[in-house]
């Protein structure tokens, strides 16, 4: 099985930043995309970044210009840097990535991380 493990979560006041990590273990053939999604109290779970091997990224248009998605392919870890954190990015993050097994061809799965709380205090 593969396992993604989260850290980096934690508060901060409103402005400061947090460096999110995730890593990914198991008996993996190979990673495709990889990302953060985020989940507030009473909100829909909501996409914020994805970032495909090669390195192109897409960002929700709420945290553009502050955040950013990075990954190091060798170590099976994707990354989010959040700067000038906001009230609003208050939530649980959850990373994501798209695994192609060694015990199976073909088809790839998706497979989350237990999420880490980040909070944002005005």
């Known amino acids: 099985q593969v396992q993604l493990v989260e850290s980096g979560g934690g508060l901060v006041q409103a402005g400061g930043s947090l460096r999110l990590s995730c890593a990914a273990t198991g008996s993996i053939r190979s990673i495709n995309l990889m990302g953060w999604d985020r989940q507030a109290p009473g909100k829909q779970r909501e996409l914020v970044a994805r970032?495909?091997?090669?390195?192109?990224?897409n960002l929700a248009d709420s945290v553009k210009g502050r955040f950013t998605i990075s990954r190091d392919n060798s170590k099976n870890t994707v990354f989010l840097q959040m700067n000038s954190l906001k009230p609003e990015d208050t939530a649980v993050y959850y990373c994501?990535?798209?695994?192609?097994?060694?015990?199976?061809?073909?088809?790839?799965?998706?497979?989350w991380g237990q999420g880490t709380q980040v909070t944002v205090s005005s």
């Open positions: 970032i495909t091997r090669d390195g192109s990224t």
């Open positions: 994501n990535a798209d695994v192609a097994l060694y015990s199976s061809s073909g088809s790839l799965i998706r497979y």
